[in-house]
DNA sequence: GAGGATGAAATTGTCAACAATTAGCGAGAC
DNA sequence: GTCTCGCTAATTGTTGACAATTTCATCCTC
């Protein structure tokens, strides 16, 4: 069973950090589970050098915890977790929008009610709310943050906050059918940053943030004492 | 010439990432110079394991650059480096001093006068503008970024930004005598905080960040075209 | 029977040697 | 004289073995 990708260019610690990454935000590899070094280490049939690097590359994405002389696990994110998460990317993609709005030009808006336009259609296929956790969502927020034109900030929203989330999402799957309200949110961002008004942009995306909170959290509160 | 901790607890690993950073932030390492693998191995009487562990600790910090089959370098902040490090610091800081007033109580206006009034005395001692680089700046924002109560914030904060901020002012030296400004910056955010006036805490602490990256934008500006 | 101490197995941390890639240098051809 | 090709030296990437720490099970004591 060799899960190991067939792209040979590279080190052999990113390809491992990535299969991984793929096992983990899948949810072949459940939160709490351990990653022994020699377990992963003949699985792909590699040495534990590589295995501790990629490793580390996955605990700098927030989605591994290493404690040392103990191990690594699959992040196992508490409510504290994810309102501390919520709370950095509502900072940081309402900053996003800002500087998006401060870069729109004359084809952000086209560009913007294109991929609305097909968000909304995926949302009329699935009125129950698959919006919001599939790739539509994502997507929006992604093309925002890689417009704000800061390689800092890219990092961290992509490469760390959105792998986080999607733990999250691992557990409990569905998030509640918020995919209307969002797509609707998302319209009237989007027209903020193609109209240049950063402040605007930067409130709506905040709000649009703390609104995803509540509804996850309420729905966190459902099945209460299920893992802290 | 072992530059290595007498501390004997925690991982070599992490001794040697704490060596390297003061050796970094103090400017003993500048920026752009080598950080061989077998040198600093040789250095600390270590194997070549744990120096490969620390400078990717640092790489994680932002302080090193780490090219594959190359190697690691002290890392060289451009200006726009430096411009998207402003604009994160401004979001996260932001979000900080929301925070921080969201949580603020009974003892916290007496906390800030306290050290405020010590920062006045410093400014006082040093009016040339030693404050912004000193500890004193560092110490306020720590103190807010720790009341924010938010371990992810914190992290980004106190673990990143902050030294990749210290690594600015190793080839800079001496940030513009804006001591005093910032200090009067500095009680008007605290006395929002200790308000629990979240919104004018935000605003304010935006502001301020915004206002020192202006003031540090006009002074590289000074010695142009040295280095990129 | 419950709690704590002891010991063994397993796992992580560290080390030194080997393999592969890269960068610099020099020789040769155009 | 300049450009290109190839070689050498140095450095990083990887490997497997050894050392130290932790954890779990077992046994003894109270």
Redesign the pocket.
């Known amino acids: 069973m060799s899960t190991i990708s067939e792209t040979s260019r590279g080190?052999?610690?990113e390809r491992l950090a990535e299969d991984l990454r793929d096992d983990i935000l899948s949810g072949r590899l459940q939160p709490g589970a351990?990653?022994?070094?020699?377990?992963l280490a003949e699985r792909f049939?590699?040495?534990?050098?590589?295995v501790?690097?990629a490793l580390n590359l996955l605990s700098e994405a927030g989605i591994v915890t290493?404690v040392?002389?103990?191990?690594?696990r699959v992040r196992e994110l508490s409510r504290a977790d994810a309102r501390a998460l919520y709370e950095v990317r509502a900072a940081l993609e309402g900053e996003a929008a800002m500087l998006a709005a401060s870069r729109a030009n004359g084809e952000t808006a086209a560009r913007f009610a294109a991929l609305l336009d097909q968000h909304a259609s995926e949302v009329a296929a699935h009125p129950e709310g698959a919006y919001l956790q599939g790739a539509g969502d994502r997507d929006f927020h992604l093309v925002i943050a890689r417009m704000a034109e800061n390689p800092l900030l890219l990092r961290y929203l992509a490469g760390e906050l959105y792998p986080q989330l999607s733990l999250l999402r691992v557990k409990h799957r569905n998030v509640t059918g918020r995919g209307a309200k969002a797509l609707h949110e998302h319209k009237r961002i989007a027209e903020a940053i193609a109209d240049g008004d950063a402040e605007v942009a930067g409130l709506l995306m905040r709000r649009h943030i703390r609104n995803s909170w509540t509804a996850l959290e309420a729905q966190l509160s459902e099945h209460v004492g299920e893992g802290e």
Do not use: D, K, M, Q
């Not at 351990?34 to 377990?39: F, M, P, T």
């Not at 040392?68 to 690594?72: E, R, T």
């Open positions: 080190l052999v610690a351990r990653l022994g070094e020699v377990a049939s590699v040495s534990r050098g590589p501790r690097a290493i040392p002389n103990s191990g690594a």
